[in-house]
Nanobody, 118 residues
Framework: QVQLVESGGGLVQAGGSLRLSCAAS????????AAWYRQAPGNQREFVAALFSGDSTNYADSVKGRFTISRDNAKNTVYLQMNSLKPEDTAVYYC????????????WGQGTQVTVSS
């Protein structure tokens, strides 16, 4: 079993920055891929950013140039650096991690609230 613990959310003014963390522990050899999604009230969950093996990345158009996804392999932790935040970035942010442990398995974090005030 794998546990994902998200942290780093909070309240920030427009133009500010936050860094979200998603730490994986348990039955895991490595993180093969990871992604961040977000869900605002009344909206469907939407893709934000993804990190693949070889460290290639992909971003939603709405966050390109402002958000950066990265990972620390030694800590089995994935990050989302969010700069130049806008009120429309307000949402619950979820990490999704694909781990390698005698196969590939996907897990979701519990979500962390990000609120950007205008």
């Amino acid at each position: 079993q794998v546990q994902l613990v998200e942290s780093g959310g909070g309240l920030v003014q427009a133009g500010g920055s936050l860094r979200l963390s998603c730490a994986a522990s348990g039955s895991i050899f490595s993180i093969n891929a990871a992604a961040w999604y977000r869900q605002a009230p009344g909206n469907q969950r939407e893709f934000v950013a993804a990190l693949f093996s070889g460290d290639s990345t992909n971003y939603a158009d709405s966050v390109k140039g402002r958000f950066t996804i990265s990972r620390d392999n030694a800590k089995n932790t994935v990050y989302l650096q969010m700069n130049s935040l806008k009120p429309e970035d307000t949402a619950v942010y979820y990490c999704k991690v694909v781990v390698n442990y005698y196969g590939e398995y996907a897990y979701w974090g519990q979500g962390t609230q990000v609120t950007v005030s205008s």
